[in-house]
């Protein structure tokens, strides 16, 4: 699945633990940075890698504070930035009218349904979605900052797997809804 690829920096960031956030940073940075070039070197345009490259500016910053200054009082809302700066990404590839889910659902749909207004649209839907979980997720995670590192990686898997549950089922309707219109 494309998602799990494009957001794999992100959730090994996730899921190791906070006290070695300078090598999460790290590895997840690495990580940002081989998608990049992978999916370069197939053909995909950087307009296309929305996330990937907001993920690479991201890491790069975290791991410059977490290997310098590794008592930061930042550390403890790092994983509330990360969820902020993943809505800000989404929420300007909104704004720019470029949603960050059109590269990922050109991946598997095929060119001529790119352009129609019925394929845009359920992007648009679909990364409005996206970001207002990483939204919300933020402003739990910064609550939640100096709660326990369970919680806080319940609310990350959280603000994966609801917006992911959702692209999954609004595309099953949507193309329903589709083929129901193309037997009339």
């Not at 090598?23 to 081989?34: E, K, P, R």
């Not at 345009?45 to 290997?67: H, N, W, Y």
């Not at 403890?76 to 889910?101: D, E, M, N, Q």
């Amino acid at each position: 699945m494309s998602y799990l690829r494009t957001f794999a920096p992100w959730i090994v960031y996730a899921i190791i633990p906070s006290a070695h956030w300078n090598w999460a940073a790290l590895i997840a940075l690495v990580l940002s940075l081989g998608l990049i070039a992978v999916q370069t070197r197939s053909g995909r345009t950087l307009d296309a890698q929305i996330i990937e490259i907001g993920s690479a500016v991201f890491f790069a910053a975290i791991t410059v504070l977490a290997f310098t200054t590794p008592d930061s009082g930042l550390h403890p809302y790092t994983a509330a930035l990360s969820s902020a700066t993943l809505a800000l990404i989404a929420g300007v590839s909104l704004v720019v009218r470029k949603p960050f889910t059109l590269g990922i659902a050109k991946q598997t749909t095929p060119r001529e349904f790119w352009d129609q207004p019925l394929f845009v649209r359920t992007n648009v839907i679909i990364t409005a979605v996206w970001t207002a979980s990483f939204a919300v997720a933020a402003v739990a995670l910064a609550t939640l900052a100096h709660s326990g590192s369970t919680t806080r990686t319940v609310v990350q898997i959280a603000a994966f797997v609801v917006p992911m549950v959702f692209t999954l089922r609004y595309v099953a309707h949507i193309q329903a809804k589709a083929a129901q219109l193309r037997t009339r």
